[in-house]
C-alpha cells in the first residue's frame, strides 16, 4: 500500500504509537525530559523516510527499532557530551510520585537487555518471537533473558512470589509491594 503523508495520516499513526514509543524511550533515556527528544526524533524520522507499511504490525515494528536505535545513539552522545543532572529539578518530583514508581524504579535499574525484553514483552505486549525479530537475537536468547530480567525483578523488589509483580492480565503492578512493606 502506498500511502500518502498527509498531517492527517501521520497523526494517525502518532497517536495509534506514541504511548509504546514514550514508554520504551524512557526505559532507556531514565528521564522525561530526553525522552521526549528521543520521541520527538523518531516521530521527525517518520517524517523525513515516509516508509510503507504493510500492516499495523509493520508501523509499530518500524518505530520501535527506530526508537531503540534513537536511544542508543543519544546516550552515546551523552556519554561523550556530559549533562547536568536534572533529577533536582520540579518536574522530576511529579514522575517519582506516580503510581508504580517503586516498580518502575526497579526494572530501570537492570541492565538495558533485560529492560528492553520486559518492556517489549509486557507493556507493549509483544511475543518472544515477534521480540526476537525486532532484537535481532535468537528467541531462546530472548526467552532467557525474560525469564532472568523476572528473577531479578523479583530480586530486587525483595519477593519470590510470582503473584507479586504480576496482575492477572500479565502487566507489572506494585500494590503487593506496597502492602508488604507496610505490614
Known sequence: MNENYDSEHIR???????????????????????????VSAVFEKLIKNKPVFETPKQERAWLIVTACNQCKSMLRFSIRHPKIDISSLPEQEYWDKTENSEMLEAVLSMPEKYRLVLYLHFYAGYS????????????????????????????????T???????????????????????
Do not use: P, Q
Open 12 to 38: 494517525a499513526i502518532y497517536e495509534r504509537n506514541v504511548d509504546d514509543i514514550y514508554g520504551l524511550c524512557f526505559s532507556y533515556m531514565k528521564n522525561i525530559h530526553d525522552c521526549e527528544d528521543a
Open 128 to 159: 518472544l518471537t515477534e521480540i526476537a525479530s525486532l532484537t535481532k537475537t535468537k528467541e531462546s536468547t530472548v526467552r532467557s533473558r525474560l525469564f532472568y530480567a523476572k528473577k531479578k525483578l523479583l530480586k530486587l523488589i525483595g519477593g
Open 161 to 183: 512470589d510470582y503473584e507479586k509483580i504480576y496482575r492477572n492480565d500479565g502487566a507489572f503492578t506494585s500494590d503487593r509491594i506496597s502492602e508488604k512493606r507496610n505490614a
